[in-house]
């Protein structure tokens, strides 16, 4: 009898234990599932006049590993002076059938800097925007657009301010009407890139490209909404 007083509470224990539910386990397993991103667009994507670990698609990587997310290194296709057009045909030759769960868009100013109509633009976004989606493993749901910035607004622009403003104003409009009709995610950040003034750190040294300050700004600006994106994937 003293026996099983001392081992019967024991066993029952460990069979307790058994049949307890894994699925914290499981659950930590995939948050820590690693991501894959793509980046398409054109200089604010590359970031000209900033060191690499500052470009804005890899500081939000950094943001989104610091809270717990685990963001590979992002494939980033992007090259300074890039329209529309450039930009999907440099992707599509470097790009074989690989998906990414992340994807996202910036593209625009060098079509209206060259002197394209909002009306050419519009076709050839959404040309940009419906790839930008092909390219995504969760479709739509795993795509994001960041807003063109307005360049007007710094030294190499300021002659021309109110005529680049009125343009990129009118660009964007079109990049929202098109995110909007195919239910993808639009995130502004044309606002910041217009604190130049009140702020000359927001600019790199060519007097033209954000800094590594105005990325950091665009990544907070994105940070939350990207985040709740990602975790209804």
Partial sequence: MNYFRIYIPTILFVLAFSFLPITSISQTDDSAQSLSYLALGDSYTIGESVKMEDQWPRQLKNALDTSGYSIDEPTIIAKTGWRTDDMLKAAKSQLNKEKFDLVSLLIG????????????????????????????????????????????YTPFGAKKQKQISKRIDAYNAICKRICQEYNVLYINITDISRNVKEDTS????????????????????????????????
């Fill in 109 to 152: 100013v060098n079509n209206e800097y060259q002197g394209k109509t909002p009306e050419s633009f519009k076709k050839e976004f959404e040309t940009c925007l419906k790839y930008a989606i092909s390219k995504s493993k969760n479709g739509k749901k795993g795509v994001f657009v960041l807003s063109i910035p307005d360049y007007g």
């Fill in 202 to 233: 927001l600019v790199a040294d060519d007097g033209l490209h954000p800094s590594a300050k105005q990325y950091h700004l665009w990544v907070e600006r994105a940070f939350d909404r990207i985040s709740k994106m990602i975790s209804l994937l």
